[in-house]
T-cell receptor, first 112, second 112 residues
């Protein structure tokens, strides 16, 4: 069956611009997670959704970062006023329960 | 000190060797343990998932969890060049809603 999909696969933007990253989880998976992977920091948790609510936003690095999930399915991660330190691979994972997580291919964000 | 420690390697072995990959963790609330394989510029692929202590085997892969020593291992038998990748351990549990805390990843190269 279809896995987790993310779009775009690559995004190059200028410092100060806003970006939106999209995640389509595996159908029927109620839990959705966003992570960020960078060379210096490894793979870090950003935010968790159960259905449309986000009970854990503790990993969002600043108020420039926000995310939403609609219809218990698609999620969008928005970064406002991007900075060079936001450059990383943004990964989405979904889970049928709060344990096994299946990752998408990621969005590689480059902020110039 | 990071909650999950993993030797980044790199680790280089000949084809056919048995590979041992390890992580230690400090959070005694962790109950779920996962191993992921990540090829260059791809998303992490779930290899093994274990709950609490014990062993789990799947083909050439065996995952071990020792909660008393907070030590988790992944063994790869009869390693193949196609196993060359970065291996990530991830831990979850307690009140974390299933969010994973990852080790830094170990870079493995299996040479023919």
């Amino acid at each position: 069956g279809a896995g987790v999909s993310q779009s775009p696969s690559n995004k190059v933007t200028e410092k100060g611009k806003d970006v939106e990253l999209r995640c389509d989880p595996i159908s029927g998976h109620t839990a959705l997670y966003w992570y960020r992977q960078s060379l210096g920091q490894g793979l870090e948790f950003l935010i968790y959704f159960q259905g449309n609510s986000a009970p854990d936003k503790s990993g969002l690095p600043s108020d420039r970062f926000s995310a939403e999930r609609t219809g218990g399915s698609v999620s969008t991660l928005t970064i406002q006023r991007t900075q060079q330190e936001d450059s990383a691979v943004y990964l989405c994972a979904s889970s049928p329960r709060n344990n096994e997580q299946f990752f998408g291919p990621g969005t590689r964000l480059t902020v110039l | 000190q990071k909650e999950v420690e993993q030797d980044p390697g790199p680790l280089s072995v000949p084809e056919g060797a048995i590979v041992s990959l390890n992580c230690t963790y400090s959070n005694s609330a962790f109950q779920y343990f996962m191993w992921y394989r990540q090829y260059s510029r791809k998303g992490p692929e779930l290899l093994m998932y274990t709950y609490s202590s014990g062993n789990k085997e799947d083909g050439r892969f065996t995952a071990q969890v020792d909660k008393s020593s907070k030590y988790i291992s992944l063994f790869i038998r009869d390693s193949q060049p196609s196993d060359s990748a970065t291996y990530l351990c991830g831990c979850a549990g307690g009140t974390s809603y299933g969010k994973l805390t990852f080790g830094q990843g170990t870079i493995l190269t299996v040479h023919p």
